[in-house]
């Protein structure tokens, strides 16, 4: 993975990967994770497999998100669409944040247009002590996925993801999707002690569904905390790094770069980026120069095109990708992608555009 690779993780790159992982040490995605030079800018899109798509809406029809997820022929294929339509650097595995909850035996449903919505909320000591642990063998279907994968992508690196203790643990409090995440703040505030057992649990299920990835092949992996952006600093702090960062570190042996995100994290890339992350996602809020001299040495960046821009006419977008260009250059390693995912109403002819573009700007030279 060039020298830079030596830097991260544990420094045993060749002796700790799993049999069977792909050696791919010219991938600009690796490389530029890993804080190296890239022959090209590397590009993908958070949710850019999925409804924007016309190909995933016919191959979806008639089958439930969660059963698309945990079947995989349709999770390879879907992780695939992307990959063939835009000629990105990376796929990401088709997934959800509350797949291991549903192979766990949370009763759990991804509702078309809602989200996640949990039959029994979790609220008190005795809900989090029910609460049933996640074995590899539940999320069988997902490393089948991956294995699958691995065979068909050549040379693209595959990144596998799970949600964040926190925002796993804001679903399962509120019941489902919440503007204010008003009962998940009174547990953390009023009863520390269940909230954090309730995030050491979810961090346990978390490295369970990462770890059964890893060892089935993927080359990266990015832990999504959507909704961290909610806290203070402060509460960030005290009742959620701790769990995410024995998250990110208990892959630390794994030497596959780590990816960190959450939505409206300005305040709180710093702690983000001491979670263990060796890149962190920062979203259209703050331009990318900044986030750099926020996040601190040693660590690349990953965004930020604001998805709605998307939507504003290709002269808008062409500026806003070279502006997010020349701000990334700033970075020790930059990832092109959106400050958030995909909305559904995109026109894929515009994120192809996008991606022709980030290509074809030469990579400024190094320091
Ligand atoms: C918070 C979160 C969830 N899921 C995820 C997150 C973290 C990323 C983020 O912040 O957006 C992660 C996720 N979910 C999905 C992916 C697929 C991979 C990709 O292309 O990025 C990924 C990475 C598929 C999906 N997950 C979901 C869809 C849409 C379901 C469908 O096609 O019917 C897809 C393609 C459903 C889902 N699942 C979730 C939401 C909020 C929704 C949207 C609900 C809706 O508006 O319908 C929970």
């Not at 879907?78 to 088709?94: E, H, K, N």
């Not at 998250?247 to 979670?275: C, K, N, S, W, Y």
């Not at 920062?282 to 120069?289: F, G, I, K, N, T």
Request: a negative charge; one cysteine or more.
């Amino acid at each position: 993975m060039g020298t830079a690779g030596s830097t991260t993780g544990t420094g045993t790159a060749s002796t700790a990967v799993t049999s069977g992982r792909r050696h791919l040490p010219e991938a600009p995605f690796l490389v530029a994770a890993n804080r190296g030079r890239p022959s090209r800018r590397p590009v993908w899109f958070m949710r850019q497999a999925g409804r924007s798509l016309p190909e995933y809406r016919e191959l979806r029809k008639g089958t439930g998100m969660l059963e698309a997820c945990l079947t995989p022929d349709l999770a390879c294929e879907i992780t695939l669409q992307p990959v063939r339509r835009y000629g990105v650097d990376a796929a990401i595995l088709f997934s959800d944040i509350v797949v291991p909850l549903k192979a766990a035996g949370v009763g759990v449903d991804i509702v078309a247009g809602t989200g996640p919505v949990v039959e029994q909320p979790v609220r008190t000591a005795a809900d989090v002590a029910a609460l049933p642990a996640l074995d590899a063998e539940g999320v069988a279907p997902v490393a089948d996925a991956v294995r699958l994968l691995v065979r068909e992508l050549g040379d693209t690196p595959l990144i596998g993801f799970a949600g964040a203790p926190f925002t796993l643990a804001s679903y399962l409090v509120e019941g489902g999707p919440s503007r204010n995440h008003e009962r998940t703040k009174a547990l953390m505030h009023a009863e520390p002690d269940t909230w954090h057992a309730l995030c050491s649990t979810l961090a346990d299920t978390t490295l369970t569904f990462l770890r059964a990835q890893v060892d089935a092949g993927v080359d990266a992996v990015q832990l999504f905390d959507s909704w961290a952006g909610a806290l203070s600093e402060r509460d960030y702090r005290e009742l959620v790094l701790p769990h995410s960062t024995r998250v990110l570190q208990g892959l630390a042996d794994t030497d596959l770069p780590r990816i960190h995100f959450g939505v409206g994290t300005g305040e709180l890339l710093g702690a983000m980026g001491e979670a263990g992350a060796d890149v962190v996602g920062v979203d259209w809020r703050l331009p990318l120069d900044v986030a750099a001299a926020r996040v601190g040495p040693g660590r690349a960046l990953q965004g930020n095109l604001d998805p709605a821009l998307l939507f504003a006419g290709q002269d808008v977008v062409d500026r806003e990708v070279r502006r997010i260009l020349a701000e990334g250059a700033t970075a020790e390693g930059h990832v092109f992608n959106l400050g958030h995912g995909v909305l559904p109403e995109t026109d894929p002819d515009v994120l192809a555009r996008v991606v022709d573009l980030v290509h074809e700007t030469p990579v400024p030279a190094g320091p």
